[in-house]
């Protein structure tokens, strides 16, 4: 069953939230490569198949999580809806139109439609333009405004949505600013244009974890206010819960779970998304934290057939390392590529 | 704030404190003197020589005097107006070659960093252009045509840009990764707009480093040129002071007539050396933060 | 062992007999110079001890609030454009912050560790990680050159690291390097390791592994453990104590269950309330104003977090709080308490 009819299946049972929407971003089959060169003095050249047949759907007005650890292709995937990378080969359809055959004009609409909140904030401002110049380049180049009344009105507006005091920011520069308000810059710049779909590249994950909870509140406030649809990237379990409806989890360039986030982070039918949950800290007693020992991606191996994740999975069979598995509905609304899904045959409930 | 924010405080105060940073930096002062130096001596020269330089007085082989600093030649010119009025043409050539292969260099090296394509070509001539002697390249192509200064130039130009192109080409290449340059093509500027407003005013600081290093080799350079006969050496300049002495001062034992060159080129080439050393000393730690 | 050496050991046990802390930092102050005229004081007044070997500390604060100075400070790592104003820094008795070249080179590496935030980006790419470990060795260990090789795969192996010592640092993944780096920091069997935020730039997966590997090294060669980071959470499970730093200074202290549970701090209080955990529902963000993390800076005078404090009351405002014990084992300095 493709994603959209899982969805409407739920519809019918009564979520009416994601009923009858089509899909504002569709991608199938994602492929992108790299070759890498390995060693300074050596020349071997290794390949890096950084997003393996991905296929996914975001609907209009969901905020739809990518989870994943660094190398599981999650930054390439942004990267690629952005039209920053080419994809090897695959599809990515914004409203029908093929981002990677855009060009010109059309990539400038593209561009002001579909934004992106990076991940650093300091590596993503220019060191040398002040907030205004910032915020005010994708409206003067995206938005066609030239005037200069007219873009300090904007970028002002923008700029108390975010939560900052234009009067004190405006002329400032970014060594001048905190780390959470380069971030807010951040999300302003993206936020200028007016864009449909917000892509947000682990948007708290260079902050302090007390700065974190503020600026996807901020998110989520947005969100509300301009009904926009967002595609939260991620590694980390805790801002995916509360932030999205729906989840998927990468592993080495493929989705492996997909489907509503409580279900997923309650009852996951995939091992990978289990110990991701298990590694996830929470604030407990000392007396109720339990530490286990799992070997890495690296420690595993590479894997020539068969599940990739099967060198770390407690419940590999033979199976496992023998055939890949597909991305298939293990429950009414979530996907998982398992041979050996967890929680299925339960009643999935929540 | 932390320790990052304070680190990357430093990236920014990279126009404003380069010349603060230039000010304190003692080599950086010793060839602003020097340059100052020469600079005062050719410029009162010229209005204070009683001598032309292409006049021929009856004092022939003067060693050095009150009346002639320099001394004279063998059919009297006096070496000391020669150097100063040789210096224009010496400064002209040496200035212009460095400006040209400074402007061609950021081009090729911008425009080699950013795009992968042309990367292959441009380099592979920059390579080609490095490895090659440049000296015995220089005096084949100089003597294949007719010695003017625009040949001289042209030459200079054609052996100096190479080494510019590549530093520029670096810098671009691990500029062009930084998150800032993603955000500002999604962003919607375009690459023409990216490679002049964004990457293009981060490399002057390291062209100007070159193009100060330059003028110092151009000058050494085309003086040796013309030294060794590349170039028209009736006309005044340091070279042809050094090649009529090369003809007839160690017969002579006229020991002065090469002072004046020498003592030029030593001044010009050192002060330019250590300013450009020391923007390039200067700008480094900030290019790597 | 040489004379030295010896003597060393026997003042150590005779500083443990007698009761006494093996770490004591008393009114350590350090000021970062950035211009001439802007001074900032990175801490002010630390007062903290290490009473015995297998104490662990957690400490936590957001950037800019001391933790990595505190630190750097234990080893008399505090370089221009900082330096220690006032307070000692005393091991087992001895003063740091007096030793000469002969001496830290003993100190540091040897008794104290230090694993640093981006000490996995800081390995020569020319060298491999088992020469890395093995330099170590040499130089500060007094072994030959086959012996610390051999000596370095087998710390290799104790933090899960087979067969691989000849490799170069880039061809370790960014958590196998960071288990070098410990390997490193505990060659030479150290008996406080401090390490500043070492799984920040790592997966949670990862990081996992790297706390469990920390835990099993504290049990098994009974390491005092000052584990510094923003992230309170890893903390659970890890350490036994925690100590919340704000504005350079520490405003509370304690066991870590009783900190977390039952903060008495209003900066700890708001710390804790401000974080996203798994726990965290829907409804954190619909409560959340969301421009309310942007704090007031820390007052000049009185007590610091007076401009941000929800129970700030007139005595805040003039009198500086000092730690003090409130409780059984836990400090806090706040005027509500007094």
Redesign the interface.
Known sequence: MSQVQLIGKEAEGGDAFLSGRRPLLSIKDLQVTFIRQRGLFNRRKSIVRAVQGISLELFESEILSVVGESGSGKTTLARCILALNRPDSGSIKYRNNEVTALKGGELMNFRRDVQIVYQDPYESLNPRQDVFTAVSIPIRQLAGEDSKEKLTERVAKVLREVGLDPSAVMRRLPHQLSGGERQRVNIAKALAPDPKLLVADEPVTMLDASQRLGVLSLLMELKEKRNLTILLITHDLASARIMSDRTAIMYLGRIVEVGPTSKILNKPHHPYTQLILAATPRLKRSSEVKREYVPSVEEAGRVERGCVFAPRCKYATSICRDTEPQLLAKSESSLAACHNPLNVNQATSE | ??????S??V??R??GSVLGALFRSRPAKLGGLLLLAFFIIIIAGTFLTPYNPYENTPDVNAPPSFAHPFGTDNVGHDLFSQVVFGAYSSMYVGLVSAIGSSIIGVVVGTLAGYYRRLEGILTGTGDIILTFPAFPLLILLGSMYPPTDELLIALLILVLWAPIARAVRSQVLSLKE???V????????KDRQIIVQ?LM?QVVSIAVAYFVLSVAAAVVLVTSLEFLGVGNPDIVSWGSILYWAQQFAFYLGDWWWVLGPGLSITLVALGFALIGFSIEEVMNPRLRV | MTTQEEEEEEEEEKHVQEDRAILDLSNVSVEYSSSSTEKKLAADRINLSIPWRGYTLGVVGESGSGKTTLGLSILNLIESPGRITSGAVRYMGRDVLAMKAGELRNYRWKEVSMVFQSAMNSFSPVKTVGDHIAEVLVRRGDLNKSEAREQAEKLLEKVGIFGRADDYPHEFSGGMRQRAVIATALALSPKILIADEPTSALDVVVQEQILALLKKQVKELDLSLIFITHEIAILCGLVDNIAVMYAGEIVEMGPIDDVLFEPLHPYTEMLLSSLLSLESSRDTLSKRNASSTIGAPPARVGCKYATRCKYVFDRCKNERPVLREYKKGRMVACHKYN
């Open positions: 704030m932390s320790i990052v924010e304070s990357s405080k990236t920014t990279l126009k930084r998150p800032y993603d955000s500002a093509r999604t962003g919607g500027m964004i005013p």
